[in-house]
């Protein structure tokens, strides 16, 4: 699609070479989106919203109590009550635009079209936010005392 989208106008011979970029910036974006939930969301993948809106809660979410928290010991579950507070924490201080970019990018599962146009913003500032809000949670977890 996006290849007759944006290079229709080009010539019949560049079509391939065109073609086995925008799979392979695909593919890149598709790993890099799982390697980034995958390190940051591994303490939270227990997180779906029950509430009809969507809205999550956390501090609401820590507080359930599930059956694999129950064979947790106490000083686990405080570590992970903590961590997730941190993220929280972590995420409300990155500036406005990249911490929008990053939660459509990585928790919405937009791609990068969707999330430059529901921004008002280019393709290529979407991924400079989500690049600069990666490395800045990282820098201030690990920190923290947080191992990614």
């Known amino acids: 699609m996006k290849l007759a989208e944006h290079y ?12 086995q970029r925008i799979l392979s910036n695909c593919t890149l974006d598709w790993f890099r989106r799982q390697k980034t939930q995958k390190v940051l969301f591994s303490t939270m993948s227990d997180l779906e919203s ?3 809106d969507g809205d999550i809660d956390l501090l ?10 129950q064979n ?4 686990t579950q405080v570590e992970r009550t903590q961590t997730l507070l941190e993220i929280e924490s972590q995420l409300q201080q990155l500036p406005a635009r990249q911490r ?9 599962d937009m791609d990068v079209a969707e999330t430059a146009a529901a921004m008002g913003c280019s ?3 979407v991924k400079t ?9 990282g820098k201030a977890l690990v920190a923290r005392g947080i191992k990614l």
């Open 60 to 69: 609401e979410t820590l507080s359930a109590s599930n059956s694999w928290e």
């Open 8 to 19: 229709g106008h080009k010539p019949v011979e560049e079509l391939p070479m065109l073609f």
């Open 50 to 52: 029950s509430s009809e």
């Open 123 to 125: 393709q290529g500032s």
């Open 100 to 108: 929008e970019a990053f939660l459509m990018r990585y928790w919405e």
């Open 72 to 75: 947790e010991s106490a000083q």
């Open 129 to 137: 936010h989500c690049s600069r809000a990666i490395r800045a949670l």
